[in-house]
């Protein structure tokens, strides 16, 4: 039995799915605290990593929340075993670091033991702006700075939301899900 027969088979048994989450100052522990119904009021930010369960669609999600400032991203190399998928997270407010960001995101993508994972990429703050063109544009922004439409390697969709309203979170969850799914959990 092949590596990857195996860990399908230990995948199949525990439903587990493993989500990886990078890059400071987006709302990444907003958003985890947005999904489990935690107050989103207070936050500060992740120093070294947080894990944190969910359940979606039967599957059980563990969310690695790692901190993203700068000085931490050499020791993220030490969280990609196993991963299944990764939230990356854009700061709608920020757009000034996409830059940065394109930058971390196509180390990320090439990482060994991360190709293939799904990518769900959550443009977050979106409830800063009022009308649908403006959110349209941002999203466009984004898309185009970080080239999504190149990404070959992974599986990969764009979000907009909020962790602060909790906008798309749940859709997010739900794509994630069903990617990973498909990938990995074929014959359950």
Same mark, same amino acid.
């Given at each position: 039995?092949?590596?990857l027969s195996?860990?399908r088979?230990q995948?199949l048994?525990?439903?587990? #799915?493993?989500?990886l989450?990078? @890059?400071?100052?987006a *709302?990444?522990?907003?958003?985890?605290k947005? $999904?489990l119904g935690?107050d989103?009021k207070?936050?500060?930010?992740?120093?070294g990593f947080n894990?944190?369960t969910v359940?979606?669609?039967g599957?059980k999600?563990?969310?690695?929340d790692?901190?993203g400032?700068?000085s931490?991203r050499?020791?993220?190399?030490n969280?990609?075993?196993?991963?299944?998928?990764?939230?990356?997270v854009v700061?709608a407010?920020?757009?000034?670091?996409l830059l940065?960001c394109k930058?971390e995101?196509?180390? #990320?993508i090439?990482e060994d033991? @991360?190709i293939g994972? *799904?990518?769900?990429?959550l443009v977050?703050? $979106?409830?800063v702006?009022?009308?649908?063109?403006?959110r349209?544009?941002?999203?466009g922004?984004?898309?185009?700075t970080?080239?999504?439409?190149?990404?070959?390697n992974?599986n990969?969709?764009i979000?907009?939301?909020s962790a602060?309203?909790g906008?798309?979170?749940?859709?997010?969850?739900s794509?994630?899900?069903?990617?990973?799914?498909?990938r990995l959990?074929?014959f359950?």
């Open positions: 039995m092949g590596l195996t860990i088979k995948k048994k525990d439903k587990e #799915i493993r989500l989450m990078g @890059l400071d100052n *709302g990444k522990t907003t958003i985890v947005q $999904i935690e989103v207070s936050v500060s930010p992740t120093l894990i944190r359940e979606s669609e599957y999600l563990n969310i690695w790692v901190g400032q700068s931490l050499p020791f993220w190399r969280y990609f075993e196993k991963t299944d998928a990764i939230l990356w700061d407010t920020a757009l000034d670091r940065d930058i995101l196509d180390k #990320i090439r033991r @991360l994972a *799904g990518l769900l990429i977050n703050k $979106i409830d702006f009022a009308t649908e063109e403006s349209a544009s941002v999203l922004i984004v898309n185009d970080l080239k999504i439409d190149q990404i070959t992974h990969c969709t979000l907009a939301c602060y309203t906008e798309n979170l749940k859709e997010g969850l794509w994630t899900t069903q990617e990973v799914k498909q959990y074929k359950d």
